[in-house]
């Protein structure tokens, strides 16, 4: 298995001001993705995290306002650029992993308020 | 465009009960379909994992089935406890890797 951290587990921030959510895994993990997670709502992926790459981004999210860094294989950050209320949501970190590799794992979430 | 769509919404039990939940989706060509739990303020617990050549998954009192060709998925839960109080997601991955989810079913269990 793997254990994903997650920080901040939860924040409340300035419309405007942009936060960076940071994902750490325990282990190497070739796949990760970052979700959202609107009240209410079902997850809908953001973007698929890559390795010394740009982030590959789902239809309605684009990189000025959810810039996405991995540097690593056990590391990966989202930020959510000039928030406004919408942007209200958990953000999860998801990586595959497993003994065949195709189990999907989720860290804790981190829970934004925008006011 | 893959669509999955779980009924129903909310569900209200006496403790004891069995139950089912009910997931369907678009596209029958998937890789995987997988059952979560998201209890209040957490993250999520994966359940159960269904390869897309496999029929059925059992962990403990959870059976999840899966009919691919019908685009259809189960899970049952046996002799419901407060404890099972939970949002259950249910996704499917069509690359093997990311996943679309429904929008859940609320289970509330009394005692």
């Known amino acids: 298995s793997a254990v994903i951290s997650q920080k901040p587990s939860r924040d409340i921030c300035q419309r405007g001001t942009s936060l960076t959510i940071q994902c750490q895994v325990d282990?190497?993990?070739?796949?990760m993705f970052w979700y959202r997670q609107q009240p209410g709502q079902s997850l809908t992926l953001i973007a698929t995290a890559n390795q010394g790459s740009e982030a590959t981004y789902e239809s309605g999210f684009v990189i000025d306002k959810f810039p996405i860094s991995r540097p690593n294989l056990t590391f990966s950050t989202l930020t959510v650029s000039n928030m406004s209320p919408e942007d209200s949501s958990i953000y999860l970190c998801?990586?595959?992993?497993?003994?065949?590799?195709?189990?999907?794992?989720f860290g804790e979430g981190s829970w934004l308020t925008v006011v | 465009k893959q669509e999955v769509t779980q009924i129903p919404a909310a569900l209200s039990v006496p403790e004891g009960e069995n139950l089912v939940l009910n997931c369907s989706f678009t596209?029958?060509?998937?890789?995987?379909l997988q059952w979560f739990r998201q209890d209040p303020g957490k993250g999520l617990t994966s359940l159960l994992l269904i390869q897309s050549s496999q029929r059925e998954q059992t962990s403990g009192r959870l059976n999840a089935s899966l009919d691919k060709s019908s685009g259809r998925s189960t899970l049952y839960i046996a002799a419901s406890q407060p404890g099972d109080s939970a949002t259950y997601l249910c996704?499917?991955?069509?690359?093997?890797?990311?996943?679309?989810f429904g929008k859940g079913t609320t289970l509330s269990v009394s005692s």
């Open positions: 282990s190497q993990v070739t796949m």
């Open positions: 998801s990586v595959v992993g497993g003994r065949g590799g195709n189990t999907i794992y």
């Open positions: 596209d029958s060509a998937i890789y995987n």
């Open positions: 996704a499917v991955s069509q690359a093997g890797t990311a996943l679309i």
